[in-house]
Nanobody, 124 residues
Framework: QVQLVESGGGSVQAGGSLRLSCVAS????????MGWFRQAAEKGTEGVAA???????NYAGSVKGRFTISRDNAKNALYLQMNNLKPEDTAKYYC??????????????????WGQGTQVTISS
């Protein structure tokens, strides 16, 4: 059974940084593509970033240059480093995992496994 557990969310002021973590069990983060998504209040799910099995990344334009997706195979964990945070980044952030070597942040259907999410709140 695949389980993804996110942590690292919180409340920070605009311009600050947070690092989200996602620890996987029943799944190897090095074996396939993973991603991060977010959902703001009363809005739909938005893709943020994805990391392919080969290590390639793809990012939403709104976060490119500010967010970095990475993984630690030894810890079986996926990360999202978020810098220069803005109030519009406020959302619940979800870790997601696919069964394929490639995935894209624009295609949530690529990801059959999802965590429970961690809340990020950015104040101005």
């Amino acid at each position: 059974q695949v389980q993804l557990v996110e942590s690292g969310g919180g409340s920070v002021q605009a311009g600050g940084s947070l690092r989200l973590s996602c620890v996987a069990s029943g799944y190897s983060v090095s074996s396939a593509c993973m991603g991060w998504f977010r959902q703001a209040a009363e809005k739909g799910t938005e893709g943020v970033a994805a990391l392919t099995r080969s290590g390639d990344t793809n990012y939403a334009g709104s976060v490119k240059g500010r967010f970095t997706i990475s993984r630690d195979n030894a810890k079986n964990a996926l990360y999202l480093q978020m810098n220069n945070l803005k109030p519009e980044d406020t959302a619940k952030y979800y870790c997601a995992a696919s069964n394929d070597w490639y995935c894209h942040y624009t295609r949530s259907a690529d990801f059959p496994y999802w965590g429970q999410g961690t809340q990020v709140t950015i104040s101005s």
